[in-house]
C-alpha cells in the first residue's frame, strides 16, 4: 500500500527556519514526481512545490520561491522542504502527496506548521 | 497561478444529484485534459475521486462522475448520500510540473 508520512511541524516565530520530511513506502519512489500542498486554517488547498524524480528539476508557486527548498533522496525514499524567512501567512497543514504524471493520487496525513510570535 | 473558481457551496437532499463547476483559464483547465478532483472530510487529508477529467481510481462509486468543456469543468455527484457531505476541490495540471486547485466547494446533504 502506498504510504507517505510528514513529520516536523510545529510552532516557529515569524522569520524563523523548519525543515518538513515526508517519508514514503509502498511503491518505487525514485519514479515519481513527488509534491508538497498546503491548506491555511479554514482555507481551500495551495500547490506549493514539486521535485522531479532524479530532483533536477524543482518548481515553486510564486509566493514560496527564494524561501522554501525542496529536495529528495531517493536512498531513504524521502522529501523535505526546508522553509526559511516564514511568515504568519505560511501558517497550514502541509501536505505531501505522489505526483502520478500530471495529477496528484495519495496524499499524506499533514503536518502542522503555525508561524506566530 | 490564480485559483481556479468553484462555487462555495451545493446541497441537495438524499438521492438527487449535484454538480460542481470549475472555471480555469486556457493555461490549466483548458490546456490539458489533467483535471482532477478531491473530496475533503473535516480534519482528513484529501481524497482522489476523479482524475484525468474522466476517470475514477479503483474504489471510488459510480455516483462520481467528471467531464470538461472548454475552460470549465465539472464534478456531478448523483444519488448523493450522507457520507458525501465534505469539501470538494478541483485541480489542474498548469504546466512545469505545477498545478492550480480550485477555491473548493462545500457540498451540504438535506
Known amino acids: 500500500e502506498v504510504h507517505l508520512v510528514e513529520s516536523g511541524g510545529t510552532l516557529v516565530q515569524p522569520g524563523g527556519s523548519l525543515r518538513l520530511s515526508c517519508a514514503a513506502s509502498?511503491?518505487?519512489?525514485?519514479?515519481?514526481?513527488i509534491t508538497w500542498v498546503r491548506q491555511a486554517p479554514g482555507k481551500g488547498l495551495e500547490w506549493v512545490a514539486n521535485?522531479?524524480?532524479?530532483?533536477?528539476?524543482?518548481y515553486y508557486v510564486d509566493s514560496v520561491k527564494g524561501r522554501f527548498t525542496i529536495s529528495r533522496d531517493n536512498a531513504k525514499n524521502s522529501v523535505y522542504l526546508q522553509m526559511n524567512s516564514l511568515r504568519a501567512e505560511d501558517t497550514a497543514v502541509y501536505y505531501c502527496?505522489?505526483?502520478?504524471?500530471?495529477?496528484?493520487?495519495?496524499w499524506g496525513k499533514g503536518t502542522t506548521v503555525t508561524v506566530s510570535s | 497561478q490564480s485559483a481556479l473558481t468553484q462555487p462555495p457551496s451545493a446541497s441537495g437532499s438524499p438521492g438527487q444529484s449535484v454538480t460542481i463547476s470549475c472555471t480555469g483559464t486556457?493555461?490549466?483547465?483548458?490546456?490539458?485534459?489533467?483535471v482532477s478532483w478531491f473530496q475533503q472530510h473535516p480534519g482528513k487529508a484529501p481524497k482522489l475521486i476523479i482524475y484525468?477529467?474522466?476517470t475514477r481510481p479503483s474504489g471510488v462509486p459510480d455516483r462520481f462522475s467528471g467531464s470538461k468543456s472548454g475552460n470549465t469543468a465539472s464534478l456531478t455527484v448523483s444519488g448523493l448520500q450522507a457520507e458525501d457531505e465534505a469539501d470538494y476541490y478541483c485541480?489542474?495540471?498548469?504546466?512545469?510540473?505545477?498545478?492550480?486547485f480550485g477555491t473548493g466547494t462545500k457540498v451540504t446533504v438535506l
Open positions: 502527496a505522489r505526483d502520478y504524471f500530471f495529477y496528484i493520487d495519495v
Open positions: 509502498g511503491f518505487t519512489f525514485s519514479s515519481h514526481s
Open positions: 521535485i522531479k524524480q532524479d530532483e533536477n528539476e524543482r
Open positions: 486556457s493555461s490549466d483547465v483548458g490546456g490539458y485534459n489533467y
Open positions: 484525468e477529467v474522466t
Open positions: 485541480c489542474s495540471y498548469a504546466g512545469s510540473s505545477s498545478y492550480v
